[in-house]
């Protein structure tokens, strides 16, 4: 009689195979915290467990049948630790005549074989491959699990979730917080086409509003032009209610007012000016020399 495998490997096992599944079918579903999953988690185990003791009911009747001597081989064989066990069938030595019993011979060439059963951790290993590959092949077929664009796709989604929700309660940019940088250029050039373009003209030209890539400037608030920008779009101009206060106002809100004030320097000191030949508007105001550019 054959000393059967513990329930506590079955129960790791089955509780294994069960993460692997909701893994692949429902990894972005957050099963671990449903009580769905903790539920049917419950259930195998209480089955496990109920399996395990009708088996404890046949082995205790098939152990009364065995005589004395066999009863004996049994209880040590059942008292070796699982692992231990495992350990020994992976390298287990035949005896001589042992070794009689599984012996093939060809006949016509003389060379004997052993015709050895498998180890158990072989035909466990190669039972889990079949398994799991069915389970991966009908989550890959089935669902979005192992789709590396789709994958992509979620990441995407909450990284501009998340980006949305820090600048909704990112600070205001004021005069003293603001910074420059040229990564926030191709962002503020949207950002000026739809807050700005309308007076400023495209690529801050000039039309109702002053041309914004030459050196002519009206207003000068500030020693650097990034910030003078800043301080237009806080305070709008002193001599012009047609330029608003576009911050106090709240239309400019979060950190897009860093994004802008970016674009224009950009637009003003980093490409050549859009002059009147070139269809931009005439200069206003004087010629400023900005003391320092961008900070
Ligand atoms: C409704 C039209 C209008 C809109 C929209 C507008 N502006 Fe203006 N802007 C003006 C006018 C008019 C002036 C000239 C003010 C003056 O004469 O002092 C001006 C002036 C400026 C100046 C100062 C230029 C100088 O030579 O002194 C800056 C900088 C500026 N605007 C940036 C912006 C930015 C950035 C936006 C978008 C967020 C914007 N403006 C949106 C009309 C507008």
């Known amino acids: 009689m054959k000393t059967r495998t513990p329930i506590s490997i079955y129960i790791l096992v089955t509780v294994g195979l069960t993460i692997m599944a909701?893994?692949?079918?429902?990894?972005?579903?957050?099963?671990?915290?449903?009580?769905?999953?903790?539920?049917?988690?419950?259930?195998?185990?209480?089955?496990?467990?109920?399996?395990?003791?009708?088996?404890?009911?046949?082995?205790?009747?098939?152990?009364?049948?065995?005589?004395?001597e066999q009863k004996v081989q049994y209880l040590k064989e059942k008292n070796t630790p699982y692992f231990k066990k495992l350990w020994n069938s992976a390298f287990k030595k035949q005896s001589a005549t042992e070794e009689k019993d599984i012996l093939i011979d060809h006949g016509f060439d003389g060379i004997t074989e052993l015709d050895n059963s498998l180890p158990k951790w072989w035909i466990g290993l190669f039972w889990f491959g079949c398994i799991f590959c069915a389970v991966y092949l009908t989550a890959f077929a089935f669902t979005d699990y192992a789709h590396p664009d789709a994958e992509l796709n979620t990441e995407t989604k909450q990284m501009l979730a998340s980006i949305t929700e820090f600048e909704k309660t990112a600070p205001q940019v004021t005069l003293e917080n603001a910074k420059y940088s040229a990564d926030n250029i191709t962002e503020g050039q949207e950002l000026f086409k739809t807050n700005?373009?309308?007076?400023?003209?495209?690529?801050?030209?000039?039309?109702?509003?002053?041309?914004?890539?030459?050196?002519?400037?009206?207003?000068?608030?500030?020693?650097?032009?990034?910030?003078?920008?800043?301080?237009?779009?806080?305070?709008?101009?002193?001599?012009?209610p047609t330029m608003r206060p576009l911050i106090k106002e709240g239309v400019i809100t979060g950190r897009d007012a860093e994004k802008i004030a970016a674009y224009i320097y950009h637009i003003n000191q980093e490409i050549p000016p859009i002059s009147l030949a070139q269809g931009g508007a005439a200069p206003q105001g004087e010629v400023v020399i900005w003391e320092n550019g961008n900070n």
């Not at 309308?198 to 207003?219: A, F, Q, V």
């Open 22 to 68: 909701f893994e692949m079918f429902a990894h972005n579903s957050g099963y671990f915290s449903s009580p769905f999953f903790w539920g049917l988690m419950l259930i195998a185990i209480i089955l496990l467990l109920i399996m395990n003791s009708i088996g404890d009911l046949i082995e205790n009747q098939n152990f009364s049948k065995l005589s004395a």
């Open 196 to 240: 700005c373009a309308t007076c400023h003209g495209e690529g801050g030209k000039g039309g109702i509003g002053p041309n914004l890539t030459d050196s002519h400037w009206i207003n000068v608030k500030q020693k650097s032009l990034f910030k003078n920008v800043i301080w237009m779009l806080e305070n709008g101009s002193p001599n012009n």
